[in-house]
């Protein structure tokens, strides 16, 4: 029983925001290779620098295939706006770009490898860029040497039927 003028005790949660920042992630389904790197903002230049590591670690490919969001920062003008245009140009010339359509970037594998990465992170808070970058590169290392893949279950079949709505006829 509760006293007069006295009710069940609330307890207020104030959210505290400790900053933003921006991962930026790739993976390779075919051998459970990932990359990833986190930056402070969400820039071209930042997009770019990413892109220009990425080519560097396939040295011996003609063409790497991207299926990327649709970002305004996820294109080939990123690299013109940051490197000079030799440099710009090879690195275009590099990419193939596929666009997760839209509604649907729940296809990017990406968006999966990333909420498995954050696998142990749900029930607290991160202070810190610093605090983020060292548990990501635990988590990124940890998945690497074990090769893990996504066991994708979605045909072609299933996601023209699911999208079909989206699409002229």
């Not at 903002?41 to 770019?48: F, G, L, P, S, V």
């Not at 080519?55 to 490919?61: F, H, I, K, V």
């Amino acid at each position: 029983m509760v006293a007069a003028g006295t009710g069940p005790r609330r307890d207020d949660y104030h959210y505290k925001r400790n900053g933003v920042c921006n991962i930026l992630c790739a993976f390779e389904p075919a051998t459970g290779k990932r990359v990833v790197r986190i930056t402070e903002r969400r820039t071209r230049q930042d997009y770019a620098e990413f892109m220009k590591e990425l080519s560097g670690l396939y040295p011996d490919a003609r063409r790497i295939r991207l299926v990327q969001d649709n970002l305004n920062t996820h294109t080939g003008g990123s690299f013109y706006e940051t490197f000079d245009g030799k440099t710009a140009r090879s690195l275009v010339g590099r990419f193939e770009y596929h666009y997760t359509p839209k509604k649907a970037s729940w296809l990017n594998m990406v968006e999966i490898e990333l909420s498995a990465l954050s696998e142990n992170c749900p029930d607290r808070r991160i202070a810190s860029t610093e605090e983020l970058q060292s548990i990501m590169e635990i988590r990124v290392r940890q998945r690497n040497d074990s090769c893990a893949k996504i066991r994708w279950q979605f045909s072609t079949t299933d996601a023209r039927e699911k999208f079909k709505r989206f699409y002229k006829k």
